[in-house]
């Protein structure tokens, strides 16, 4: 294959997705290459580009536009790949290429010096406007396989659980001053203990929530991506996969349940922290977290 087939595929990833993660400047220079830093930073961008490219093409390059319709290419020596084999490398180069992305993010945010551009870029902000705003961040209070795929397709449920449950609580004034200090690196320990509160809150409320609209699927082996089973044999035929109803419930139930859990513990924390959380919104403990409190001789679990 000649590079000219896949170059307006790598254009479209720098500009959709290289270029609003980092910024077009921050892209520029990687680009120019440097020091150490910046070329190990310029690699991980390249992987990330490049398998993001592969994921865009395949599924369009595989085929051949023309008068008579939609055609693949097949002769003696080759015919077109299955659906399935399309679908994993699809899957395995959109996987690689957010994960390479990922590592990039995660790579400049520990270089503020070199990499100040980015960390002074709008792309920044918006990547750290959340609590839980990364893959890495999610994984650590609901295990999903650090899959970037997953993390992206539960970021807008992400946003509403962040909305419905942590910024009443802690109040426009702490939100906002967390948020600062997030973005200046100068988290605080006890800042750092309430955000991993906050993301054992938000993950699974955000899995509830994204279950009635089948944006996730859920099975014995974890939490996935949902998409469109294909054939077990190497036709290219696709079939829909319909849910598990009593199964999806279940697992929408058990996850509403550990948020309330979570947030319990959350408002505890507060609770006990407040004079180590200036301007958080004070915090009114209901019954049932109080019940222990006295010392009777028996207590209630």
């Known amino acids: 294959m000649k590079f000219e087939s896949i170059a307006s595929f790598v254009r479209d990833t720098a500009f959709n997705e290289l270029h609003k993660a980092i910024g077009r400047d921050t892209y520029t220079i990687l680009v120019a290459g ?15 580009e490049a398998n993001l490219a592969i994921a865009g093409y395949v599924s369009s390059g595989s085929v051949k536009l023309g008068e008579m319709g939609t055609m693949v290419f097949q002769d003696e020596k080759y015919k077109i790949a299955s659906d399935k084999k399309i679908a994993a490398l699809v899957n395995d180069s959109r996987m690689a290429g957010y994960r390479a992305l ?62 419905q449950y942590i910024e009443p609580l802690l109040g426009n004034e702490f939100t906002t001053g ?46 996935f991506v949902n998409s469109v089973g294909l054939s077990a044999g190497a036709e290219n035929v696709e079939r829909q996969t319909s849910a598990d109803t009593r199964r999806l419930v279940m697992a929408m139930t058990a996850m509403e349940e550990q948020s309330e859990t979570s947030l319990a513990r959350l408002r505890e924390y507060i609770y006990n922290n407040s004079t180590k959380l200036p301007g958080v919104r004070p915090v009114t403990l209901d019954t049932r977290s109080t ?11």
Do not use: C, W
Request: no cysteine; hydrophobic share 40%; glycine share 4%.
């Open 291 to 301: 019940l222990n409190d006295d010392d009777r001789g028996f207590y209630f679990v």
């Open 34 to 48: 440097g020091g150490d830093l910046i070329g190990h930073a310029a690699s991980l961008a390249r992987t990330a």
């Open 178 to 223: 967390f948020k600062s200090r997030m973005l200046a690196q100068q988290l605080t320990e006890d800042d750092l203990t309430l955000h991993r509160y906050i993301a054992d809150v938000v993950a699974p409320a955000a899995i509830a929530e994204a279950i009635p609209y089948q944006a996730v699927k859920m099975d014995a082996n974890g939490i």
């Open 102 to 163: 990922d590592s990039l993010l995660e790579y400049m945010e520990r270089e503020p010096r070199t990499f100040t551009k980015y960390f002074d870029s709008p792309e920044r902000r918006s990547n750290l406007n959340g609590f839980v705003h990364s893959t890495l961040i999610f994984n650590e209070a609901q295990y999903i396989d650090n899959n970037p795929v997953l993390f992206r397709s539960l970021k807008s449920f992400i946003r509403n659980a962040e909305r």
